[in-house]
């Protein structure tokens, strides 16, 4: 079969490699749809971060690179492993990446997502969705019945930002702020209206993403550059400030952007994976009790956000702003998210098909 490898920084290559063996617990499943994610983008600029490297095994998986990249994605069951119940040959299902433990301090008290030695699927070996089988553990896969696979392929970052409204202890009716309109930004805001929200703000500074941002139903969005971003959220507040703020975009202005949105006893969620060491003023948080949490991946946050799809209350579509072959991952894919970030939002890869778009059977 051919997949998406990483080899290291600037090198992920379109290789024929041997089709992944099933195995007892498991399901085989041929890709559709995965999803080009940020972590994909950092990967293959400044990596390895989450991949390992030739030389080091990760401690979950036991793989070195090369490793098969793609976490976001969906297939068909197309074979079953022994002792597997309750999922079917040709189901449509999404999948749970995240591979854990199980023995750590963090897994024994049931935060599995934050545990001491993780490993994400497409990132630290186990295969992954850039490739056009691949073999995951059945307690992990989601069937998702009659949704369609590009909805599929959103179930994953979906979940990173159902995850992070739950921890936020949002409620129905909250005010909320988003700062940073990228992926998981505008995710955030879509699963927040899903949920009931109140008025959301949106701050972002990038046209083609503010335009995404109204798109999506956000009460108010405003350009850090030009707008006065304190004087807007006081005016749709009545001055009293958001109940929840999240930083999506993980900069410094953004977190004190949070911090000072936020009203008294308010929450601050970050959510952004920050590049350096955060330098803010604290003194609004002291002053107002303000609750500042982090957030990680998702913890069972996949079932739920697979109904909220099947209700009808989530409506991501807009958000695939292209779809692409395999072998156009590099340039079409990767290249064009990060030189022209504002226009694209989730790219979607078909690893059954080439450049053109056909479909290849290969082994």
Same mark, same amino acid.
């Given at each position: ?10 090198? %992920?290559?379109?290789?024929? $490699? ?18 080009? &994610? ?12 989450? &991949? ?9 998986? *036991? ?24 999922? /079917? ?17 963090? &897994? ?6 934050? &545990? ?8 630290? @070996?186990?295969? @992954?969705? =850039? ?16 949704? @369609?696979?590009?909805? *599929? ?30 992926? %998981? ?10 949920? *009931? ?35 807007? %959220? ?29 009203? /008294?006893? *308010?929450?601050?969620?970050?959510? /952004? ?22 957030? %990680? ?8 956000? $697979? ?6 209350? =989530? ?10 072959? =395999? ?10 998210? =990060? ?25």
């Amino acid at each position: 079969m051919r997949a998406a490898r990483f080899h290291g920084p600037g090198d %992920i290559r379109i290789e024929r $490699i041997a089709r992944p063996p099933l195995r007892g617990g498991a399901v085989e499943i041929r890709v559709e749809w995965c999803g080009i &994610c940020g972590t994909d983008l950092h990967e293959f600029t400044d990596g390895p971060i989450f &991949c390992p490297t030739p030389d080091d095994p990760h401690p979950l998986t *036991g793989e070195t690179s090369p490793v098969v990249l793609g976490h976001e994605f969906t297939g068909i069951v197309t074979a079953i492993g022994d002792g597997v119940h309750g999922v /079917a040959n040709g189901e449509r299902v999404a999948v749970e990446p995240r591979l854990v433990c199980g023995t750590c301090d963090a &897994c024994r008290r049931g935060l599995r997502n934050c &545990c001491a030695s993780a490993a994400t699927i497409g990132l630290a @070996g186990g295969g @992954g969705g =850039l490739a056009e089988y691949v073999v995951v553990d059945a307690d992990l896969v989601f069937p998702f019945g009659e949704l @369609g696979a590009e909805a *599929g392929a959103l179930v994953e970052p979906l979940a990173v930002a159902y995850h992070a409204i739950r921890q936020s202890g949002f409620e129905a009716g909250d005010t909320v702020v988003v700062f940073g309109a990228g992926p %998981i930004g505008l995710l955030v805001l879509a699963v927040l209206r899903a949920l *009931g929200a109140g008025p959301v703000v949106v701050v972002e500074p990038t046209a083609t993403r503010r335009a995404h941002a109204e798109a999506g139903g956000a009460a108010a969005v405003l350009d850090p550059r030009v707008d006065d971003v304190a004087g807007g %959220i006081a005016a749709l507040t009545g001055g009293d400030g958001v109940a929840v703020a999240f930083d999506c975009a993980g900069v410094d202005a953004t977190l004190q952007g949070c911090l000072d949105a936020v009203r /008294a006893g *308010g929450t601050v969620v970050n959510v /952004a994976i920050r590049g350096r060491p955060a330098t803010v003023d604290l003194l609004p948080l002291v002053l107002k009790e303000v609750r500042l949490v982090g957030t %990680i991946c998702y913890a069972g946050d996949h079932a739920s956000v $697979i109904e909220l799809l099947r209700a009808g209350r =989530l409506d991501v579509g807009h958000l695939v702003t292209a779809r692409i072959g =395999l072998d156009d991952l590099v340039d079409g894919g990767l290249r064009a998210l =990060l030189d022209d970030h504002g226009a694209q939002v989730k790219i979607l890869v078909s690893p059954a098909a080439g450049a053109t778009g056909a479909s290849e059977e290969t082994t």
